[in-house]
């Protein structure tokens, strides 16, 4: 019994798979709601020596239904912990575009102008025991804010089937008041073939796993959330990031669904990867290159290093001579055919923004056209006649002085 009411918190939770910690989720709405992601950001930091992944991960999204949850896959068990928004703050502070000053002169203007001219220039400035089938509940905690159940699938037995398993899976949520199709149960066979471990948040902590979803008050509400960044750590071979999405349904006719057009036309993905060297993305084990662009990637220094480390609140410090790249993925749809795995690039450069100028106004003072423009000539010429005038005294005076001694 409690492994059928975890194991319903857990696909229930699949509902705002896609919102908070991935695309990498299966959105799994109650029955006639709707889950969209609008905007995510991720930190992966990868420990070599140690084949360890943490990851965060913080996501926007708009849904129909206040009470959902979203499930994340790894390839082995997390350990779980409450991260820091400040850590994607931070980050984004170290690879905004750098900002550049030049110097540009101008003439002073006229004192009428000043005020006009100054409010111009003012703006430049500035496992489980063999031959038990089913699901195992590896860890119910909470953290974040949220209910946290880390559940795998265990595939031993007479009946070793990942098509069976995940269609299983599926059922124990829909028979728990979760509308899934088949498109989810195809989600889930490749991650249950593999042994992957799901972790499945519940963002409506006040309503019981064993009641069911959430009561409604407004059916045609949008409920715009964010949820609090969890840091999850675990062993794997390669980091990586969930990026592995269900194929969507095609749209029925007389569609009774509120809000059946799109809730956001536009998904945004940044991820942040702190490795050892400067990292590239590609879409599964093959070669198929992932449509994440490269924004930023730069060696950090080690105050950086410290800093960064200290906001994500991770379990130890970065190694010396790490680099942090950013990546943006801007498409929409998104083709979530697969893992995105990190490893070297054959690139090695740093990449930077290009930089923001800004101006810094430095006057001069020009001539003045409404002078007299006979006025250096009478300067010049009154400069002369003095020189003669004092060179004429000064013989004068040697001639009676040079005369008198004679």
Not at 17 to 42: D, K, L, Q, S
Request: net charge neutral.
């Amino acid at each position: 019994m409690i492994r059928s009411i975890l194991f319903v918190m857990l696909l229930g939770v699949l509902t705002g798979i896609g919102a908070m910690i991935a695309p990498a989720c299966a959105p799994a709405p109650m029955r006639g709601e709707r889950v969209e992601i609008a905007e995510e950001t991720a930190l992966i930091v990868w420990d070599e020596a140690n084949k360890t992944e943490h990851f965060i991960r913080q996501a926007k999204f708009m849904s129909t239904s206040a009470d959902f949850g979203f499930l994340v896959p790894t390839p082995s068990e997390p350990k779980l912990a409450e991260s820091d928004e400040a850590a994607f703050r931070y980050l984004a502070t170290l690879t905004a575009p750098k900002i550049e000053y030049r110097t540009v002169k101008q003439p002073r203007p006229k004192r009428s102008d000043e005020p006009q001219s100054m409010a111009r220039a003012g703006g430049g400035v500035a496992s489980a025991p063999p031959g038990i089938r089913g699901v195992e509940v590896l860890q119910h905690t909470e953290v974040g804010g949220m209910e946290a159940v880390v559940l795998k699938f265990n595939r031993g037995g007479a009946q070793d089937d990942p098509t069976a398993d995940a269609r299983e899976l599926a059922g124990w949520l829909a028979k728990r008041g979760y509308e899934f199709g088949p498109q989810i149960a195809a989600w889930l066979k490749p991650y249950i073939a593999n042994d992957w471990v799901m972790t499945a948040f519940r963002i409506a902590k006040s309503v019981p796993v064993s009641a069911g979803p959430a009561p409604k008050t407004d059916r045609n509400a949008i409920h715009e959330m964010q949820g609090k960044p969890i840091l999850m750590s675990f062993k794997t071979d390669r980091p990586f990031y969930p990026y592995r999405e269900p194929v969507a349904e095609k749209p029925k006719e007389n569609n009774t669904v509120p809000h059946a057009g799109p809730m956001t036309s536009f998904r945004f993905l940044r991820v942040f990867l702190i490795a050892p060297e400067r990292f590239s993305g590609m879409l599964g084990t093959g070669s198929t290159s992932w449509v994440g662009t490269t924004a930023h990637s730069e060696k950090l220094t080690e105050e950086q290093a410290k800093k960064a480390a200290e906001w994500a609140k991770l379990p130890g410090p970065l190694p010396p001579g790490a680099w942090l790249t950013e990546f943006e993925d801007r498409s929409t749809p998104r083709q979530g055919t697969d893992e995105v795995y990190f490893g070297p690039s054959t690139i090695k450069e740093p990449v930077l923004r290009p930089p923001i100028i800004r101006d810094v106004i430095e006057y001069y003072d020009p001539p003045d056209p409404e002078a007299n423009w006979e006025t250096p000539y009478a300067v010049k010429l009154a400069a002369v006649i003095g020189g003669v005038f004092f060179v004429a005294v000064l013989a004068g005076l040697l001639f009676v002085i040079f005369r008198n001694r004679s």
